[in-house]
Each structure stands twice: as structure tokens, then as C-alpha cells.
């Protein structure tokens, strides 16, 4: 006699058919890039009651992930190792849990992990179901993992201002990941007339078209860009003001204060997801992604002596001189957020701009792009490539193409093949250059030296002369 799941005697599972091992990029403690790898680790455990098995097509990274392996955390947070990268997501669903409700199995899903507990760039990642939303059918997978954390992050920091269409928007680092969904959620989510924002003025066009009405070159006067324009006939003033490049001390000279006439009412303050943490932004990340602390101590002291935590973080300082209006924001997993997210990507009200996709065995190189802090957008890795859409560059991102298997840009490995062709001819082109100046001051110090002895021949001339001179003078003065 057989019962529900055995065949005399063999234990017939549920569970899909489903190798034992994946590949995945992962580290192996705390550390440099030494403790990157990419390589096997085993698959993980079935889902829990509200969980999804999901088979990863596209992660991407984010400076929280170098962060964490460099140990920003570590006395915070409990970590355990191998620990994969990334939070963001998007994918098929291949197993459910038994409570799950709102997907099924064969179901396209995007979303951003909660905490620290897994991570995302894996051929498979356990995620909790109230993290994902389905991703819109005609979103290829490597636009919607683009924008879960720092869409989430973007939104979460604006309404923490209370933002609202009568504000002024000040907003640094355009061209980031978080920067450039903000300053496009400003416009496609809040409905703000006037965005500011700062970049480098070579991505000054690129930033334009993400809706950016102003742009402030934040390296000008010697990167104190902002006291330009804090007083006088020039002053900018904003009732807004959102740091996501950790440049809070200059940003907080333009904003507005709406007891002195300057905004609206209701002017919103300033936002970091930078600076601090606060200890209200910690709790509130602890509470919102699950997350229990390293020590149970850490919570009851966050608690109790927020203003010791906020002191040392630099927190009181900054809201002080945002008089009272400041705060700091962590994102996390957020599924109600994702389904905002995708409806403003299928109407194509944002569009996520990607700095670089790299293939999974070159995730190491991903990383380096993202922690050398030369990233324009979002850098992706690519788990499984997606038929549906190849990347065609555009002055606003790396679009999909849909129905087109053909690649129409070059990979990584070419693109860096590329790099290093033109970085070889501009070696050359410097030392032919370097060549010709050698050359040239070559001649030139050789002139300068005939010029010199000539110089010193004329001085000992012209002492000879005034030498005769003076002794003709002696005689006549022996004369007289």
C-alpha cells in the first residue's frame, strides 16, 4: 500500500527536479576583493510558507555590497559565510510555499531581498514572497533588476521629506543608481516641476534626460560647488534636498527654511542615504527587513540612547544645520514598491540607466566597476541571458530590444578589449608626444644656453668697458 507521496516504499518529493549545486558569486569573510569568488555552493533549502525558490536571470550590485564585505557592519549584523552578493533580483519562480498566495510556479518575478540574510547573484535565490512582484511581460529581466533597491531607496527617502508638486527638488549624484530613479521619480511619481541635481559636467547631458532641470557641476570651485550659490543675487534655495553621494555639507547650504519666507509651508528638509545611519533609520531597517541585530543589546541601546548613536555618526551635527529637517534612510525589500516600480516601467516613466552587464564568471569585475565610484547607473550581472532583449545604447540607457536574439553591443570582454586597444594608441599617441615635447625642450635648452653664453660674453664685454671707462676717468681725475 502507497500513501500521498511514496511508491512502495520510494519517497516521491514535490520538490522540482533541480541540480544540487549552483553557481553563484559569493565571499568568503570579511575583507578586500581578495575574498570574492565565483564558484559552486549548494542550492538553497526549500521554501518556507511564504517563500519562492526563484532561478535568477539578472542581479545587480550596489555599494552596499563592498560595504559589507569590507566589514561595515560586522559589529552590527550576524553574517554567515559564504555570503552572496547582491539584492536585487529578477527571474522564474520554480517552488512555492504552501501558504504563498499571490504567485505560481513558471511566473516572471523582480524584487529586492530583506536583510542580509541571502543574496542574489546565483543561478538560484530564496526570497520571502512579500519582497517580489511580477515583473510586466514586456520588461526584459535586466530592466526590471535594475531598479528594486534604488528605486525603493529613491521613493522611501523622497516621502520621508513629505514631498509634494509645489517643492523645489535639490538632488546629488544624477548620474548614480539612486540618483538618476530619483530625479525620474520626482517627475513620473510626485509630479515636481523643478529638479535639481549634480553631476560632473561631463554627464551634464545625461542627466538632462532623465528630467533634471538644473544641473550644478559639483566640481567647480574646488568642489565647494554649493557656496556659489548660498547668498547673494545667485542664491538657489530648496525645499527638498536628497544627498545621495555623501555630500550633505555642501547640499544643506541650499536648503530652503519655510519660517523665513523662502518655501512652501510645508518645506521638506533634507535626506541622506549616506550620512549616519541614525539610530531611527536603524531601527526602522531592523523592524522592516527582519533582521535581528549581532547583540541583543543593540536594539535596547539604539532605543535608549539614540542621541549618543546620533552624535557619533555625525547625524545631530547635520540636523542642526538643517534645523531639525534631516534624516537618514535605509531600503529594503518592499513588493507594494516593485509594483509601483513596474507600472512606471511599462509606461516608461523611468528608465533605469545601466553603467555595464557582465556575465556571472566575470562578477568580480562587475564589483570593481561598482567600488571604483566611476559607475554611471546600474551595473548588472547576467545569471541567465535573456532572449527576449539585446542592450542597445541610448543617451538615457542601455534599452531593450525585443524579438532580436543577435547581440548589437559588444560584451564585457570586448568592450574591455576595446579599452585597452584605445588605451594602448593614447600610450602611444603620449609617448610620440612626450617624443616631440622631449625634442623641443631639448632645443629649446639648447638655445637657452647659447642665449646664456651669449649673455655672459656681452656682461664680461661690457665690464671690460666699464673698467677702461673708469680708469680714463681716474687719469683725468690725476690730471685736473
Not at 17 to 32: N, R, S
Not at 133 to 161: D, F, N, R, S, Y
Not at 226 to 239: I, L, M, N, P
Request: glycine share 10%; with cysteine; hydrophobic share 40%.
Amino acid at each position: 500500500m502507497t500513501t500521498e507521496g511514496e511508491i512502495e516504499g520510494e519517497i516521491v518529493s514535490d520538490r522540482p527536479a533541480l541540480p544540487k549545486e549552483m553557481d553563484a558569486f559569493y565571499w568568503t569573510g570579511f575583507g578586500g576583493p581578495e575574498v570574492c569568488k565565483v564558484g559552486k555552493l549548494p542550492l538553497p533549502g526549500s521554501p518556507g510558507p511564504h517563500q519562492l525558490l526563484v532561478k535568477v536571470h539578472y542581479a545587480s550590485l550596489n555599494p552596499a555590497d563592498y560595504q559589507q564585505r569590507k566589514g561595515e557592519a560586522k559589529h552590527l549584523l550576524k553574517y554567515k559565510f559564504p555570503k552572496v552578493f547582491g539584492f536585487d533580483f529578477s527571474g522564474d519562480v520554480v517552488e512555492v510555499g504552501n501558504e504563498v498566495k499571490d504567485f505560481k510556479i513558471g511566473e516572471e518575478v523582480f524584487g529586492m531581498v530583506a536583510g542580509v540574510r541571502t543574496g542574489t547573484a546565483a543561478e538560484y535565490v530564496l526570497v520571502d514572497d512579500y519582497v517580489c512582484a511580477l515583473k510586466p511581460a514586456e520588461i526584459p529581466h535586466h530592466l526590471a533588476a535594475a531598479v528594486p533597491l534604488v528605486g525603493i531607496t529613491a521613493e522611501k527617502a523622497l516621502k520621508k521629506c513629505k514631498i509634494n508638486d509645489m517643492h523645489r527638488v535639490l538632488i546629488t549624484g544624477g548620474s548614480g543608481g539612486v540618483g538618476s530613479i530619483a530625479v525620474q521619480l520626482c517627475k513620473a511619481e510626485f509630479g515636481i516641476e523643478w529638479v535639481a541635481t549634480t553631476s560632473s559636467e561631463e554627464s551634464r547631458g545625461l542627466v538632462e534626460s532623465f528630467g533634471a532641470d538644473e544641473v550644478f557641476d559639483y566640481e567647480c570651485n574646488d568642489r565647494r560647488w554649493a557656496e556659489q550659490f548660498d547668498s547673494g543675487t545667485w542664491r538657489h534655495v530648496y525645499d527638498v534636498v536628497f544627498d545621495t553621494q555623501g555630500d550633505s555639507k555642501q547640499a544643506v547650504l541650499l536648503l530652503g527654511d519655510s519660517t523665513d519666507g523662502e518655501g512652501p509651508k510645508d518645506a521638506g528638509g533634507m535626506v541622506s542615504i549616506v550620512d549616519g545611519p541614525s539610530a531611527e533609520a536603524a531601527l526602522e531597517w531592523l523592524k522592516e527587513s527582519g533582521t535581528e541585530p549581532k547583540h541583543s543589546y543593540i536594539t535596547s541601546f539604539l532605543e535608549n540612547f539614540s542621541w549618543l548613536w546620533d552624535s557619533v555618526n555625525g547625524v545631530r551635527s547635520m540636523r542642526k544645520k538643517a534645523k531639525g529637517k534631516y534624516w537618514t534612510v535605509i531600503g529594503t525589500g518592499d513588493g507594494d514598491a516593485c509594483r509601483r516600480l513596474a507600472t512606471m516601467l511599462e509606461s516608461k516613466s523611468i528608465v533605469p540607466h545601466i553603467d555595464g552587464v557582465y556575465p556571472l564568471a566575470q562578477a568580480k569585475d562587475a564589483l570593481a566597476r561598482v567600488e571604483s565610484g566611476r559607475a554611471k547607473g546600474k551595473v548588472l550581472i547576467e545569471v541567465i541571458p535573456d532572449a527576449k532583449a539585446t542592450f542597445v545604447e541610448t543617451d538615457a540607457s542601455m534599452e531593450a530590444v525585443e524579438g532580436s536574439s543577435e547581440p548589437q553591443a559588444s560584451s564585457p570582454a570586448e568592450e574591455r578589449v576595446e579599452v585597452a586597444k584605445e588605451a594602448a594608441m593614447e600610450a602611444e599617441e603620449a609617448v610620440k608626444k612626450s617624443e616631440v615635447e622631449a625634442k623641443t625642450s631639448k632645443e629649446a635648452a639648447q638655445t637657452g644656453l647659447k642665449d646664456a653664453a651669449e649673455g655672459v660674453s656681452n656682461a664680461e664685454a661690457a665690464a671690460e668697458e666699464a673698467e677702461s671707462a673708469g680708469a680714463a676717468v681716474e687719469r683725468r681725475e690725476e690730471r685736473l
